[in-house]
């Protein structure tokens, strides 16, 4: 792992998580712990409803979490309710963190690699509905990260678990003098949770 990201995850404090919040957290850990405990395939959906910004950025931290606490078999990847394009603050909020993003296509919805290891697969980045044919169609988890997609998507094929797990959306300060530090420090938050969430999985 990028040394940048790596000092990045040691840096973040789960002390700043709300004790209310571990409650949404702690059926994500259950729903690991079994597949870890069976050797199982662990593929994680994360859900938003235009997959441009919070669904992303938790994509994207996740895996480089189970990379960093050495869980395997764990796949991740994002959907939305309809597809747009990764807004490009979040991506940069990423490198902010020292993740590598590279745009391997231009178009209205780029297709992007984003690495946060020599080692490991690029996680691949672009905007597309949650049961595009890129996604698992069975055996996941659906982890809903806002809460307009978790209202207005009532059921979700394949999904062995669904687990609301909602951020504030960024998108509220584009085009403002915060909006970079916003979608940083939203893209922090995000990995704090994930932090927390695989740092209390158990391997042996």
Known sequence: MYKQINDVIESLDLNSIPQDRYKSLDPMIDFIQNKV??????NLNFICT???RRSH???????AMATYYK???VHCYSGGTEATALFPSAAEALECSGFQIQ????SNNPIYSIKFSDTYPSVIGFSKTFDDSFNPSEAFAAIMTCSSADKGCPFIAGAEVRLPITFEDPKAFDGTQLQKE??????LQIATNLKYVFSNLKTT
């Open 37 to 42: 405990n069976k050797g199982a395939i662990i």
């Open 50 to 52: 235009h997959n441009s």
């Open 57 to 63: 950025l938790s994509q994207v931290w996740a895996q």
């Open 71 to 73: 869980i395997n078999n």
């Open 103 to 106: 745009e391997l296509s231009k």
């Open 182 to 187: 916003k979608y940083l420090e939203r893209s």
